[in-house]
């Protein structure tokens, strides 16, 4: 995975993103036990661009298919690894903001952080996702007060 | 008294462990587990593709990164 990573942050330094924070599955799989999943959620800030109604991600995928890496599905594949870039809202992006910075074999990358992951997962609401929610809890540290107040801000409930 | 509420010893190749102690194990296990580098965490989970793809058949993805 560390070629992916590679790759995602050429997207930063190319200036095709403004920032980046891996989330999702992989996200919650570096705070908790692994369990299975199949790709990899890159939530990405792009250059502030206001007056934009459609957000047009063909840059990124133009740079990418140029490298000669393919679509499978929603997917983009990357280095053995099918990738998919999800532009941050107002939540994702302050967790970006705020993500973990980590080094996959070397090679920096970020991590959202377990309350932000939290979050995203409360309010999606799927049924895995509150499962990994309480995982979250039984697994490893929470900073309820930082979780309490994210809640509060971007108005989501738990609802056990 | 119910019989649920007495404490249950189980003898498991001749050690004497409580029914309790076994799910307090399984508890350890699970956070250690989740303290894991988060390579070794990558590893197990392609491992865990494998053993999906095979349940599954040719439609599960396994990440091809080694």
Redesign the interface.
Known sequence: MEKTIKVINELKKKGLINDYAIGGGIGALFYIEPFLTYDLDIFVVLKEEPDKVIIDLSNIYNYLQSKGYKWKGEHILIEGVPVQFIVADELEEEGIKNAKKVRYKGIPTKVLSPEYLIAIFLRTGRKKDIEKVERFFEETKINKRKLRNILKKFNIKWVK | MGKMSKEIKICINGKVIKREDIFKRK?IF??E??K?P??K??E??VT??KI?RNVKGKKG?V???E
């Open positions: 508890d699970h956070k587990q989740a894991l988060f390579e965490k990558i197990i989970l865990l593709q999906a993805i990440w091809k990164i």
